[in-house]
């Protein structure tokens, strides 16, 4: 049973460039989150996708931006990147729109120089 | 709006011995779940036990067991005979549903270190 799977591992950007971010949820699940965990820090939940629609947005510039896929899959998109987008960004999916447990993928550590 | 609260940046123990990490929230909701999850250096957030607030017993996963006052509005995690594995980051979490949206809500983590 596969879990929650992301690509790419690492990524390193210059400022103003855009990035896009993938995520497979755990076979099953149909509902995926994405969060930044800044260094030292918590995760902070950025948004979160349930069939194929954007459910709620934390408290994130419309830089950041995302898409789920007919399959579940789901990837984050943010343009005009700042140094302070700098972090480990997770996916976690869950069944039923996140009334479920989320279970969490490896992260992708984003630099931005 | 919902709140966790981890007071403990760091914390040591032995080898064999268990260790307790304290996490106290703050919800005016009469229905909610508690998490926690480790993170190892490598970044994953591993799902470790989880609480319902109408649960009637403390939740038990193998070694990990989840010490719930809720009067106190404390889930502290309990760690019996601990392993040189245990050592990472651990974060509590409360489930917040907002708008139909089920999001976590962390706190800012606690490394624990096992020492031989």
């Known amino acids: 049973d596969a879990g929650v799977t992301q690509s790419p591992t690492h990524l390193i950007k210059t400022r103003g460039q855009q990035v896009t971010l993938r995520c497979s949820p755990k076979?099953?699940?149909?509902?995926v989150s994405w969060y930044q965990q800044a260094l030292g820090q918590g995760p902070q939940f950025i948004f979160q996708?349930?069939?194929?629609?954007?459910?709620q947005r934390g408290n994130f510039p419309d830089r950041f931006s995302g898409h789920q896929f007919p399959n579940y899959s789901s990837e984050l998109n943010v343009n005009a990147l700042l140094l302070g987008d700098s972090a480990l960004y997770l996916c976690?999916?869950?069944?039923?729109?996140?009334?479920?447990?989320?279970?969490f993928g490896p992260g992708t550590r984003l630099l931005v120089l | 709006a919902q709140k966790i609260t981890q007071t403990q940046p760091g914390m040591f123990v032995q080898e064999k011995e268990a260790v307790t990490l304290d996490c106290t929230y703050d919800?005016?909701?009469?229905?909610?779940?508690l998490f926690w999850y480790k993170q190892p250096s490598s970044g994953e957030m591993i799902f470790l036990i989880y609480q319902g607030s109408y649960d009637q017993q403390n939740a038990t996963e193998g070694r990990y067991s989840l010490n719930f006052q809720k009067a106190r509005k404390s889930a502290n995690l309990v760690i019996s005979a601990s392993q040189l594995g245990d050592s990472a980051m651990y974060f509590c979490a409360m489930r917040e549903v907002d708008n139909n949206t089920d999001k976590l809500i962390f706190g800012t983590g606690t490394r624990l270190q096992v020492f031989p």
């Open positions: 996708y349930y069939e194929e629609e954007e459910r």
């Open positions: 919800t005016s909701d009469p229905s909610y779940g």
């Open positions: 076979s099953g699940h149909d509902t």
């Open positions: 976690a999916s869950s069944f039923q729109g996140g009334s479920e447990t989320q279970y």
